[in-house]
């Protein structure tokens, strides 16, 4: 009997990590409105300057402008490099995690971000909380995290 639950729950985890990635169309403003990274609803990221610089695939691998894996979207929101190491994470409830689990800042309900201080440093225009992970993608595989600088 043992054995069958570890079975199940083996099974059951096994699918969570392969759930697809809910996949839309989220821009990243800085404080200055000006855009600092995208995502369109196929996946491709896009950079300020609206050139493509990867894709996120539907199962979370994040690829490169050459295509090649650069790392892995987890389902709870967890970016990971091809090392498989954590580099930041975006909550559920929308609080902004680096590498080493400490929050450097949130994404409110209608798009605002925030820095750990609170002030209002930039805005997710198309933000839900389905899509943080792509969000994740932008802010730590693009580069642009660094509007929580401010």
């Known amino acids: 009997m043992r054995w069958i639950v570890s079975l199940a729950l083996l099974i059951a985890s096994a699918n969570l990590a392969h759930a697809d990635l809910h996949l839309g ?3 990243i403003r800085n404080a200055s409105n000006s855009t600092v990274g995208s995502v369109d609803s196929d996946g491709t990221i896009r950079n300020s300057s609206n050139s493509s ?6 199962d979370g691998t994040v690829r490169n ?3 090649s894996s650069v790392g892995k979207i987890d389902s709870d929101g967890t970016v ?10 975006v909550d559920s409830d929308g609080t902004i995690r680096n590498s080493s689990n400490s929050s450097i ?10 820095n750990a201080s609170n002030s209002s440093v930039g805005k997710v225009d198309g933000y839900s909380s389905d899509l943080r992970g792509m969000v994740a993608a932008v802010l730590f595989f693009g580069g642009s995290v660094s509007v929580l600088a401010r």
């Open 65 to 67: 402008a050459s295509n």
């Open 80 to 89: 990971r490099n091809s090392s498989n190491s954590s580099i930041g994470k």
């Open 25 to 27: 169309s989220v821009t």
């Open 105 to 114: 800042g949130k994404i409110d309900s209608d798009g605002t971000i925030r």
């Open 53 to 58: 610089v990867g894709k996120i695939d539907k």
